[in-house]
């Protein structure tokens, strides 16, 4: 019984560290480049991220159009220059809870923006986003899995900019995990003396 306790103990800890230790997908878009690109190619993000469906602008700080990155380094113009505003999507997760903080900023021209955020089946929109609104927030939700996509309604070369983009999994709670601990010893003590 000892030895099955002791094995219980260790998948435990091996879970636990599992969930806590969990990779996070960051992003504030500084690493790809100083340079601003118009119409920006999926080449350019290093498999990070893709567009579908239309154009988005990178955004070099410091470079032309850089001062719509309201001072926070590089960003993206979710609606590029082709008035055809594209689906900006990251990699592949998988499912689970997450919680995501973006940040999100109006166009800084005369303009109102409406942006759709999904991953897998869950999915929110932020809605009249003026020139000068901040609209950075947080979201905590669970999902089947797949590419986080931020897709900017319009069309008119004038899109929200996305600054940074933060997702972290959820981690069990340390008492759900103390219950599955208690409850696979139970049934390890029953399958023995059955």
Known sequence: MLKNLAAVSAALLIFTGAASAATMFS?????????T????PDS????AWSTTEGTVDYLAEGD?????CQGTGNCIDLDGTTTNSGIFSSIE????SYTLDIGLFGSGRDTTETVTITLG???????????????STSFSFSTTGGALSFENAGGDNIGAIL??????PVPLPSGGLLLLAGLGGLAM??????
Do not use: M, P
């Not at 089946?121 to 609209?135: F, H, L, P, R, V």
């Not at 600054?163 to 972290?168: G, Q």
């Open 163 to 168: 600054t940074s983009v933060d997702l972290a």
């Open 44 to 47: 350019l993000f290093g498999g």
């Open 27 to 35: 992003d504030d878009f500084s690493s790809y480049g100083s340079k």
């Open 121 to 135: 089946d869950w999915t929110t929109t932020i809605s009249n986003i003026g020139a000068a609104d901040d609209a």
């Open 64 to 68: 032309i159009f850089g001062g719509l």
């Open 93 to 96: 997760f998988d499912a689970g």
């Open 189 to 194: 003590v029953r399958r023995k003396k059955a």
């Open 37 to 40: 690109e118009l119409n920006a």
